[in-house]
């Protein structure tokens, strides 16, 4: 709570460094300011507790407390995102649920695509483990959760009350929120590249929002994500280049990369099978797709 706590904030990162803990900051959005205007009393917050480096951050958007001014509308959420997101350079992650985000029908993925929430079935109490289908979202344009809040419940030594339980499962999650880790990997350079993309004006339109002509509904999350990444690994972009690729993203599409991305969107289209579609089906066709181009 940047407005209320932050004389406060500054001590309690200072220790958590100091036991060498990882600092994850959040702003609970609301109707009460445009989402640029909260964004930089945000990211304010964050420079006055020793951030921004190495700092994850969280925009928490759901029902305010009665009293409190109403619920974010999507242009706030949209424009706080974008607004953080370009301060910091990196994804924030959003923290939502599925019985107040899903009713309104917006789509997320295309602005981050990490999602924190507890399992649509609701908190199973305990860790229930990497592998578990409490893993998969399925709505706002997410497959996967990338942080999953599994309980609300005291923890021992930890002074008493209800505290958030969540995990991460892939480290890869963390390095990108907070902007630390290897990113010469193939992997995390289609991860990176994806963020990129994704800024971009119609990004979405190579296959998502999940409908081409003649087939039933696409229902796997986003995959454009997996699309994505299948570009990198196909155009071979080295670390090195990284960054330059990232910026003119944002800019407008490079030509070269945005050449390659269009053939092998339309490949990918034609790899699909009819009817309902798994994410499995995608990832599949995604894999085709490369191979048809590189025959």
């Not at 029908?105 to 990497?130: F, V």
Request: proline share 6%.
């Amino acid at each position: 709570d940047w407005y209320h706590s932050r004389p406060w904030m500054r001590s309690y990162a200072d220790r958590a460094r100091a036991l060498g803990m990882g600092i994850c900051t959040f702003h609970f959005l609301d109707s009460s300011a445009s989402g640029a205007e909260q964004a930089a009393v945000a990211y304010q917050g964050m420079k006055d507790i020793g951030g921004t480096a190495g700092m994850a951050h969280q925009c928490d958007v759901e029902d305010p407390d009665a009293g409190d001014p109403g619920p974010a509308t999507f242009a706030i959420w949209r424009d706080y995102v974008n607004a953080i997101q370009d301060k910091l350079g990196r994804p924030v992650v959003n923290y939502t649920g599925d019985w107040w985000w899903g009713p309104r029908g917006w789509t997320g993925a295309n602005l981050t695509p990490y999602l924190w929430a507890a399992p649509n079935a609701g908190y199973p109490g305990s860790y229930p483990g990497d592998d578990s289908p409490h893993w998969h979202a399925g709505w706002g344009g997410w497959g996967d959760y990338a942080i999953l809040q599994y309980a609300v419940s005291p923890i021992a030594g930890a002074g008493g009350g209800n505290l958030s339980k969540s995990a991460v499962r892939d480290p890869r999650v963390w390095a990108a929120l907070t902007g630390g880790g290897d990113v010469d990997s193939k992997e995390q350079i289609g991860n990176s590249l994806t963020f990129g993309w994704s800024m971009l004006t119609g990004a979405e339109a190579f296959v998502y929002p999940n409908e081409r002509p003649g087939s039933a509904r696409i229902n796997v999350g986003n995959p454009l994500w997996d699309l994505l990444r299948a570009i990198a690994l196909a155009a071979n972009v080295d670390a090195a280049e990284l960054a330059a690729i990232e910026a003119a993203a944002r800019r407008g599409a490079e030509a070269a990369l945005a050449s390659h991305a269009d053939a092998l969107a339309a490949a990918v289209v034609a790899a699909l099978p009819d009817g309902e579609l798994t994410r499995a089906d995608v990832e599949a066709a995604v894999r085709s797709a490369v191979g048809s181009l590189h025959a």
